[in-house]
């Protein structure tokens, strides 16, 4: 059974741009989840999809953005970047229903270099 | 992380016993969790605890005391490879999980 895949795995930008971040969560899972991970402030909840319906949203900026499809794979976008946004974004995904909590599976990551 | 609150960095030598202690605010809580996560790679599931006690499952035990706000990660017969990143993490809504900043412990020989 393949596990959660993100991509990139790396990409660099510059201050102002914009990133779109993708996630295929393992075959059967519903639920995807997206977090920041920084030296400096660890993993930061940013927001939960469940049936293409964001249920939960972390103390973000309207900055992040994200949605999710009817085959449950994700994406989440990051507008006007800037240098704070550098930072390891990882996506996890559960086979729990709507409002349960369980084990999340994480993917690799997708490593984001602001310039 | 807010609200949780685990020790930076932890030092062990091979064949020790370690406990990583993790305190956390109460109100909301829906379960604690803790993930393994080594230099570059994706937090790998460790445990879960709801209910007060402990939770054996062969090397690594977790303990949680509701009451108190407190869990621990106990690593027994420390290996090298035990050598990772232990984060602790409440759970708060659906999958939205809140995560200690984490705490690095390093096994030598």
């Given at each position: ?7 990139p795995r790396y990409l660099i930008k ?102 | ?28 809580f829906n379960g604690l969790f803790w ?75």
């Amino acid at each position: 059974k393949a596990g959660v895949t993100q991509t990139p795995r790396y990409l660099i930008k510059t201050r102002g741009q914009q990133v779109t971040l993708s996630c295929s969560p393992i075959s059967g899972h519903r639920s995807v989840s997206w977090y920041q991970q920084t030296p400096g402030q660890g993993l930061q909840f940013l927001f939960e999809y469940f049936s293409e319906t964001q249920r939960n949203k972390g103390n973000f900026p309207g900055r992040f953005s994200g949605r999710q499809f009817s085959n449950s794979r994700s994406e989440m976008n990051v507008s006007t970047l800037e240098l704070g946004d550098s930072a390891l974004y990882l996506c996890a995904s559960s086979y729990l229903t709507s409002g349960a909590t369980g084990e999340l599976f994480f993917g690799e990551g997708s490593r984001l270099t602001v310039l | 992380g807010q609200n949780i609150d685990q020790p930076t960095e932890m030092t062990a030598t091979e064949g020790a016993i370690v406990q990583i202690n993790c305190t956390y605010q109460t109100s909301g809580f829906n379960g604690l969790f803790w993930y393994q996560q080594h230099a570059g790679e994706a937090p790998t599931f460790l445990s879960y605890n709801v209910l007060d006690g402990l939770e054996e499952k062969g090397r690594f035990s977790s303990f949680l005391s509701r009451s108190k706000g407190y869990s621990y990660l106990l690593l027994k017969e420390l290996q090298m490879k035990d050598s990772a990143s232990y984060l602790c993490a409440r759970s708060q809504a659906g999958t939205a999980l809140i995560f200690g900043k984490g705490t690095t412990l390093s096994v030598s020989s």
